[in-house]
């Protein structure tokens, strides 16, 4: 694929999974809203990647290296929220933390984490077309 389709490959899947999180919102599923906002956000970074340094993002999930590794500048509070929101890649994913995950994961806690992904997710793609 050609660099302009890959970015549109990342942008198309991570609207994808925006609209699944919001759909899991609405459902109540609180913990597996903030899975799938982590994978927003990684997909959102993986198109800057693409379009900043190469057509091969690297196969990591940890956000705030996949940004620096894009040459992205971020603000610290940018970088406490992709620290933040590596984690709940983790906490979803793996049993050891999921039920302590699951009971963290309020109405109003995943509210606050969706509008950060959803704040994060407009940034990004200004980011994008600036590029």
Known sequence: MKKNELVKYWLD????DFSTMNHLFEKKDYHWS????????????????VQ?????PPRIHNLLRLAEKSNLLLSEKQK??????TA??????????????YKTCTQEF?????????G?????????LKS
């Open 13 to 16: 899947s991570s609207d994808n």
């Open 34 to 49: 903030l899975f799938i906002g982590h994978l927003v956000v990684e997909k959102l970074l993986k198109a800057y990647y």
């Open 52 to 56: 900043s340094i190469s057509n091969h």
């Open 80 to 85: 406490d929220f992709l620290t933040t929101v």
């Open 88 to 101: 709940f890649n983790l906490r979803a994913r793996y049993d050891d933390y999921k039920m302590e995950f």
């Open 110 to 118: 995943t509210k606050e984490w969706i509008d950060e992904i959803k």
């Open 120 to 128: 994060f997710r407009k940034w990004i793609k200004n980011e994008l």
